[in-house]
């Protein structure tokens, strides 16, 4: 069983950015694969990150490549996502998510566990 919990979303101007935090419990922290998602209003959940269990694989959604960086710090059970050039269309909530060491996945179905979720606002 492992117990997520995101924090650092807010609101920012455009061109702003923010840096997303996920706590995780547990000791086996460092056997999951994390990824980071997002929704949007009126949308459905999509994939925005993912970096595997040891940090030495990551990748990134089209619409984020180049200006989000996931990372994660396993003696301190987090996993990190950057965002920089923030524009409205990254207005969603947030969520991070973990997986089996080796999914490195973009689908939600191969997620098992979830946090509840950080807003974030991106103002004009």
């Known amino acids: 069983q492992v117990q997520l919990v995101e924090s650092g979303g807010g609101l920012v101007q455009a061109g702003g950015s923010l840096r997303l935090s996920c706590g995780a419990s547990g000791r086996t922290f460092g056997s999951y694969d994390m990824g980071w998602f997002r929704q949007a209003p009126g949308k459905g959940q999509d994939f925005v990150a993912l970096?595997?269990?040891?940090?030495?694989?990551?990748d990134y959604a089209d619409s984020v490549k180049g200006r989000f960086i996931i990372s994660r710090d396993n003696a301190e059970n987090t996993v990190y996502l950057q965002m920089n050039s923030l524009n409205a269309e990254d207005t969603a909530v947030y969520y991070c998510?973990?997986?089996?060491?080796?999914?490195?996945?973009?689908?939600?179905?191969?997620?098992?566990?979830w946090g509840q979720g950080t807003q974030v606002t991106v103002g004009s």
């Open positions: 998510a973990a997986a089996p060491a080796g999914s490195s996945s973009t689908r939600m179905s191969q997620y098992y566990y």
């Open positions: 970096i595997s269990w040891s940090g030495g694989r990551s």
